[in-house]
Every structure is written in C-alpha cells, then in structure tokens.
T-cell receptor, first 107, second 117 residues
Framework: DAKTTQPPSMDCAEGRAANLPCNHS???????VYWYRQIHSQGPQYIIH???NNETNEMASLIITEDRKSSTLILPHATLRDTAVYYC????????FGKGTMLLVSP | DAGITQSPRHKVTETGTPVTLRCHQT?????MYWYRQDPGHGLRLIHY???????DKGEVSDGYSVSRSKTEDFLLTLESATSSQTSVYFC????????????????FGAGSRLTVL
C-alpha cells in the first residue's frame, strides 16, 4: 500500500509551470521522496529525489516541506511531451508505486 | 532505457505453457527488479534480486519464479501461464547514488507485453 496521496489528475497549459502535490504524512526519517513519470506504454522514468533539502535538476524542482510531510514537484515550463502519469514515492530501499497523478498538458 | 534490454518485447502464448522473460543490463548494478503493470493496479513488485543467486519475493510473487546466474541477467519464469498473468512486465535496476541526496534510483526497461490466451 502506497504511503503517499496524490490527486488523480491535473491539467496544465503549455508553457506554464506544473505544480504536482504529494502528501506523505507518515514518512520515516530515513525515507527519500522520489518522483517518477510514465509516458503511455513506456517504462517509468526517474525525475528527481530528495531527503530533506529542496532539489533541482535539468528536468524539475522538488520542494519538500520542513516537516517532510508533503512535497511538490515543479515542471517550470510544461510542454506537451510532459503529459504523463507522475508518481510520488517515499521509500528507503524497495519502491512501491501508487496510482500517481495523470498530468495533461494542453496547447 | 539505456543499459537495460528486455526480451521478448511482445509475446502471445496459451494457458499452461511455460514462459521466460529476460532482462539484461550493462550497468553492473547489483539490484534488479521485476514489476507487472495492470490497469487499475499500477506497478506491483513481483521479485527482486540483490546479487547473483540472491533473490526475494515481492508483493505478487505467486505463480512466478526468478533466477540470477550472472550479474547482467535476471530471468522471470511463469512455469504454467494463466490468463491472469496477462500484463506488461517491467524490469528495473537500482543505480548508484545521484543528486545531492545519496540514494540509488531505479531505471526501467521498455517493458514486455505478455498475452496469455
């Protein structure tokens, strides 16, 4: 059973920032927050992960609240190719995938 | 994805026949995983391996067996396929630490679509 809660779907206009929320109120001190996405029929793709600090890479930014009970994945300039299911996972070793958020980016 | 090859990519078989799916990696990663994905269930872990000849069960291991005789190969076997095993199967490896937080990350293969008639 997933330890995270995500909205089932979100919409975003192309070129705008997409902010995907995730609640993980039972996260343990040694568990990381991971984000993956899955474009239709493809294998899941790693996006970013963090422990306590905010993180940024070439794909996205991850904002983790100070109490670590929630986080937000930010795609700064969403494109049509970002349409996918986004999974938020908290884990130390074995990752368990929930149902994720279906992000639809529209022109 | 780069470094992980799954074969076959598509297979149709009949109930009761044995099926073996192969995952080959070139990254020399110690940990390897088999997941299945079905509508309404998301990704579910079948088995994983933490080294050559070291394997363990995941949440949906019934009806499946695995073997790892070499670091680069992880085989998933359905001894007697059933229609309930129709699914898309993904292999993954656990890579070295990345980013400023030292945690391994999963890299997935392209998937193997299995249909059991």
């Amino acid at each position: 059973d997933a330890k995270t809660t995500q909205p089932p779907s979100m919409d975003c206009a192309e070129g705008r920032a997409a902010n995907l929320p995730c609640n993980h109120s039972t996260i343990s001190g040694n568990e990381y927050v991971y984000w993956y996405r899955q474009i239709h029929s493809q294998g899941p793709q790693y996006i970013i992960h963090g422990l306590k600090n905010n993180e940024t890479n070439e794909m996205a930014s991850l904002i983790i609240t100070e109490d670590r009970k929630s986080s937000t994945l930010i795609l700064p300039h969403a494109t049509l190719r970002d349409t996918a299911v986004y999974y938020c996972i908290v884990a130390y070793s074995t990752l368990t995938f929930g149902k994720g958020t279906m992000l639809l980016v529209s022109p | 994805d780069a470094g992980i090859t799954q074969s076959p990519r598509h297979k149709v078989t009949e109930t009761g026949t044995p099926v073996t799916l192969r995952c080959h990696q070139t990254e020399n990663h110690r940990y390897m995983y088999w997941y299945r994905q079905d509508p309404g269930h998301g990704l579910r872990l079948i088995h994983y391996s933490y080294g050559v000849k070291d394997t363990d069960k995941g949440e949906v291991s019934d009806g499946y067996s695995v073997s790892r005789s070499k670091t680069e190969d992880f085989l998933l076997t359905l001894e007697s396929a059933t229609s309930s095993q129709t699914s898309v199967y993904f292999c993954a490896t656990l890579g070295p630490p990345g980013g400023s937080s030292g945690a391994n990350v999963l890299t997935f293969g392209a998937g193997s679509r299995l249909t059991v008639l």
